[in-house]
């Protein structure tokens, strides 16, 4: 059974070819030419710098791309077979601020429905995680950094997801989180300025 998907369908065909300026379909039948089917992504990734104006971070993008157009990867698969799910969302206030709000809205009772096990604070001078472990086995970690004077990013990262439901499974409930942090911001807030 073929998982080929036609480039045009794939999920990132549209940011591809804005950041190279060629669309993927172009990216497929070159590497396809140059015998792509055969290589493993290491080769493929070499091979498009070598032999086209592409930087190597595209090219790591676009060989991604081709092995799940030509079925050799199920999108959203790390190399390492597992998947990853992902959600983000920009709240008011600093790194500091918002990773405080995330550890009083992610109580012992909701980490617990969520299967989250104990959780781990680090920091760096632009980013503040909070991360932890999974029961079924997989990680999340919680990045939050500073986009403006005003407001941060809190990127969701759940890696070591053992399926594609899964991963769809838990990217929707991470997206229902944030839009349930950002009501829990918005008291939080309001409480504040009382």
């Known amino acids: ?22 669309p993927l379909s172009t990216w497929a039948q070159r590497i396809d030419e140059a015998g792509g089917r055969d290589f493993d992504h290491t080769s493929i990734a070499r091979l498009l710098p070598q032999r086209w104006e592409i930087t190597e971070w595209w090219a790591q993008g676009v060989t991604v791309a081709y092995e799940q157009i030509i079925g050799r990867r199920v999108v959203g ?5 597992d998947f ?12 500091d601020a918002v990773r405080a709000r995330w550890d009083a ?6 980490r617990e429905e969520l299967g989250l096990d104990e959780v781990r604070l680090s ?5 503040r995680y909070w991360r932890a472990a999974v029961s079924d086995g997989s990680r999340l970690s919680v990045n939050i950094t500073a986009k403006d004077s005003e407001r941060s990013t809190v990127g969701l990262e759940h890696k070591g997801i053992e399926t594609a439901e899964g991963r769809e499974a838990w990217k929707a409930l991470w997206k229902t989180t944030l839009t349930d942090f950002t009501a ?9 300025t009382r």
């Open 184 to 192: 829990f911001e918005h008291t939080a807030s309001d409480e504040e």
């Open 84 to 95: 990853a799910a992902s959600a983000s969302r920009t709240v008011p206030g600093d790194p």
């Open 77 to 81: 698969r790390s190399c390492q077979g």
């Open 123 to 127: 920091d760096t001078p632009t980013w």
């Open 1 to 22: 059974m073929s998982h080929e998907i036609p480039p045009s369908e794939h999920p990132h065909a549209a940011r591809i070819e804005a950041g190279t300026g060629t």
């Open 105 to 110: 809205f992610l109580t012992a009772p909701r």
